[in-house]
């Protein structure tokens, strides 16, 4: 009953540590080539999913467009040991390397939105980048077809291109000159006339590369842009080179959807553009399934379609919408975490706690037993020997009352024989003569003679007092040689003489 009192007690606290769910802990590296919206709304989309994957943590290193600041965050992922990595390449070739090293080192790698060349890779998820090309040459016939252009006279469209090692910018430009030229065959109107500036997916290089293109060339028909962050860039250009208050602004189309594409087709910046999802959910969805050893699809392609304004109000509202959940959830996440923390706390100290009594309770038990242990040595050493001896004395005395009774009643008995003496009486009473020296001594504080002696003077004393016999009648009565002898004795005794009565 007490050992399993015991176990409980210490087992109790590693019970409490290890009722805690234990959940594995995968280290997920996120090497991201760029840090604008479009990116950012990936990286929430993947915050948020990550909220129902608790066994996942993701750690994100941006690259700012450089393709050797790229390759060297994913070797530090590497040789961190991450388990699973993500990369969207800034170029396909030059990002290669780094990312068949991790995928050598045994890290599943999942390739996002910009492929990388070869096969060396776990999963891919992206958009269907040759297909936004062919939405693109649908809008441009579109517009060609809705204007009046004199006959023969070509269409100008003014491309302006993404990064031109990024998987994206190469599709796009297929899908839209491989569209160009089908939807053509059909249209017998005027030729189509493509003319290519780079802006290498960034805002500010589509402003200068437009720039730098009206100030050499007539006013393109329309304006292609790889993304919506490159058609404001086009449209703010063309803005600025137009003179004041001129109405030949021209329309312009974007590709990704995201928030400030949307905004600028609300406010009439730029026409239209085309869904480039990030799906930064499905993504992690994927690499739970990969970690999880679940079976996963290798290659993901997202679908897209072309946004006008009618639908791009619509969105917005949702995109809205979207941004304020996922506020309300960050909240709510970080509530949670607050609360977690504390019980967490609460649990510890419990743990510390109930260690702690455990301590005290078996250092208490420790101290009780050292002193039962020495106060039973104490009790074996000092009292028990002392007891025995009481004991002993007890039992003695008990005898030496036995035996004064019987030597009482001996002598009484013989009081009147003259042949009582220490030889009779040891014999009577079987005792050698040094034993009943020694007995008689202790139970009466005198010799066996004395006693007799004394018993037959308070016998006389008793005779003088109860009979009329004389002195000289009880002297001889009780065997004193003499009643001179016995009146001295008498007197010694009682302190004064027999006759006096
Ligand atoms: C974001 C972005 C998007 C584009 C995609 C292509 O960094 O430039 O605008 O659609 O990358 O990879």
């Known amino acids: 009953m007490k050992s399993r009192l015991f176990s409980l007690l210490i087992f109790f606290p ?16 996120v090497s991201q080539c760029l840090d604008d919206a479009w990116r950012q709304k990936m990286n929430q989309e993947m915050s948020r999913e990550l909220l129902l994957h608790p066994e996942m943590t993701i750690s994100t290193r941006i690259a700012y467009g450089s393709n050797v600041l790229q390759c060297a965050q994913i070797d530090s992922f590497i040789s961190e040991r991450v388990d699973l990595l993500i990369v969207s390449p800034n170029e396909a070739e030059e990002v290669k ?25 776990t999963a891919f998820i992206g958009g269907d980048n040759y297909k936004v090309g062919g939405l693109m040459a649908e809008w441009i016939l579109k517009k ?37 030229q089908v939807l053509e065959k059909a249209d017998s109107g005027s030729p189509v006339v493509v003319h290519s500036v780079m802006g290498e997916w960034q805002k500010t290089d589509a402003y200068n590369a437009v720039q730098q293109y009206l100030s050499e060339n ?6 292609v842009a790889q993304n919506d962050l490159m ?10 080179f137009l003179p004041y208050g001129s109405s030949s602004a021209r329309p312009i189309m974007g590709v990704d959807g995201i928030k400030p594409g949307l905004q600028a087709i609300v406010d009439g910046v730029i026409e239209c553009t085309a869904i480039y999802s990030s799906r930064g959910d499905m993504i992690i969805q994927a690499a739970s399934q990969i970690l999880s050893g679940e079976p996963f699809i290798r290659d993901t392609v997202l679908e897209t379609m072309l946004i006008d304004a009618m639908a791009a109000r ?17 909240l709510v996440q970080a509530q949670n975490e607050q609360k977690w923390q504390q019980l967490n706390a609460t649990k510890k100290m419990l743990v510390y706690f109930v260690i702690v009594s455990c301590v005290l309770f078996l250092l208490s038990i420790g101290y009780v037993l050292f002193a039962q242990g020495k106060m039973q040595t104490e009790i074996r050493r000092d009292i028990i020997p002392q007891l025995e001896e009481v004991q002993e004395a007890i039992q003695l005395s008990r005898k030496d009352a036995v035996f004064a009774e019987r030597l009482r009643q001996v002598v009484d008995e013989h009081l009147s024989d003259p042949n009582l003496n220490v030889e009779s009486l040891g014999s009577m009473l079987q005792l050698s003569r040094t034993q009943l020296f020694r007995r008689v001594k202790m139970v009466a504080g005198k010799g066996p003679l004395d006693y007799i002696r004394e018993r037959r003077l308070v016998q006389a004393d008793k005779l003088l007092h109860t009979t009329d016999m004389t002195v000289q009648q009880v002297a001889l009565s009780l065997c004193f040689s003499s009643p001179g002898y016995f009146t001295k004795c008498y007197k010694e005794y009682f302190g004064h003489l027999p006759s006096v009565r």
């Open 97 to 121: 390397p780094a990312v068949t090293r991790a995928y050598r080192a045994g890290i599943p790698v999942i390739v996002a939105d910009r492929r990388v060349t070869g096969d060396e890779w």
């Open 144 to 180: 060609k077809s809705e204007c009046e252009v004199t006959p023969n006279r070509p269409f100008h469209v003014l491309e302006i291109c993404g990064l031109q090692g990024s998987t994206p910018a190469t599709l796009r430009h297929k899908g839209m000159m491989d569209g160009l």
């Open 231 to 240: 058609a404001i860039g086009a449209a703010e250009a063309i803005h600025d």
């Open 14 to 29: 590693f019970f409490l540590l290890c009722c805690t769910p234990q959940q594995p802990n995968y280290r997920i590296g």
């Open 314 to 330: 619509p969105m917005l509202k949702q995109v809205d919408a979207r941004e304020h959940d996922l506020e309300t959830l960050r």
């Open 218 to 223: 007539p006013l393109p028909d329309v304006v």
